[in-house]
Each structure stands twice: as C-alpha cells, then as structure tokens.
C-alpha cells in the first residue's frame, strides 16, 4: 500500500464576502501519485490548492500532511509540499537566476557551500545552469515556469502542486515544462496539477479528481472519468472523442 502524505477531512471555506469556496472536502493523496484536478472556473481548485500548505485556512475541517496538522506545523508542511503558482512573476523576487533560486535556502539559514550545491543541482537538472547570471525578468515564458520550479525542488519537497502550469505557454515551453513535470513524479515526487489543458497531461495521469461549486464530484482514474470531463464544463481530449482512447500529447 502506497505511503499516505496528505489527509483533508471534512474541509470548508467560506470566504468574508460570504461566497462558499469549499464544502466538505475530503480526500487522501498519496505518495508517487500524478493527480490531475479539473474543474471549471469557480470550481474551487485554486481554494482547495492553497490549504494544502496553508496559505488559507480553513473555517472547518482538517488537513494532514504526513500525519501533522498543517495549521500547527506550517514550516515543515512547506518544506514538504511546494507550490508553483500561475503566474511565476508572483514568485521571482531574485536579481538572478542563481539568486532566485538560492533565496528559500538563504532564508532558512544554509551555509553558502550547501547553497551552491542545492543551487547547481537545480539549475543543471532543470537546463537553466546557463542561464544561473541572468535577470529572471529576461527569461522566456517557460524559463521562468521552470525557474519557479527550481526554486520549490531545491526545498526538497515530497509534493509539488502546480496551478495552471501552462498558462501562457507557447509549445516549446509547454513542451519543457511538461517534460519536467513528467521527470519530477518519475524521479518520485508526487505531482498534483490544477488544469483547463487536460489534453496535455491526462495520458500521464494516475488520477483525476474532478470538482465543481467547491466540492468533490468524482475521483477516479483518467480511463474512467475521460468521458465525464465535459459534464463538468471540462474539454474532452480529442483522442478520446474520437474513439482512439487517451494518447500522449507529446509526440
């Protein structure tokens, strides 16, 4: 039986203007897993995303991560779980590359030597080595995706959560960012995408969790909930509606 890393049971969140952003939440994500959440806009994935590491909190319900209260144990659940936002600009803050993603680590006090190397690490492994000199506001749109990235692996998170993650993307840069997500649950990470581009990622799913007006509607693997995406205002992969299953996207 697979680890279990993060534990939601019975999560509510009711915004101050009195809109209902999640009901009753419940859920068990495990370790190695490829989650895609999908849902309409409104739905309730980018809510339910930011409980994960506390970024909001609940009014009800708890969150586990590794059997730990996230709203008691903040520091190591962001250690475990990291988060790439929809837009990377949100979180660039370095004047460098290198800067950018030695900044985590600076703040919780590494030595320099630790940091070159995480740094280094990082950078080789995500190809943005190169480019450890730049200003991050120079990169191309996928750079800066993988920039962000960089900057949550070297944390060493279990769990890296993306939101939209190809959001403005052209091809090649939806290509690299996919890959990278591909090696990263390949490597061990559990991945969870919030998504509209299901086509995209659907063939390396090992779960889709469907949501709509902030609860949990379905949960399922892909083969099973392929035909059901549209019924939530979510677009059914052409490979699917034309009888040919689901396909990889990358050729």
Known sequence: MPEKIIDINDLCHTFSDGY???????????????????????????????????????????????????????????????????DADTQIVGDTVFDEVAFGLENLKFSRADITAKVTQALKGLSLFHLQDRTPSSLSGGEKRRLAIAGILVMDPEVIVFDEPFSNLDYPGTIQVLT?????????????????DIETVICEATRVIIMENGQIKEDGTPADLVKHLESYGVKEPCSSKFGLGIQPWRS
Do not use: P
């Not at 495990?30 to 009014?59: C, M, P, V, W």
């Not at 903040?74 to 779980?81: D, M």
């Open 180 to 196: 990278t997500i591909i090696a990263l649950n390949q490597s061990g990470h559990t991945i969870i995408i919030a998504t509209h």
């Open 20 to 86: 209902i952003g999640l009901k009753a939440i419940c859920v068990s994500i495990y370790k190695g897993e490829f989650i895609i959440l999908a849902g309409k806009n409104g739905s309730g994935k980018t809510t339910f995303l930011r409980h994960l590491n506390g970024l909001l909190q609940s009014d009800s319900g708890q969150i586990r991560v590794k059997g730990h209260s996230v709203s008691n144990h903040l520091i190591q659940t962001r250690k475990t779980i990291g988060m790439v936002f929809q």
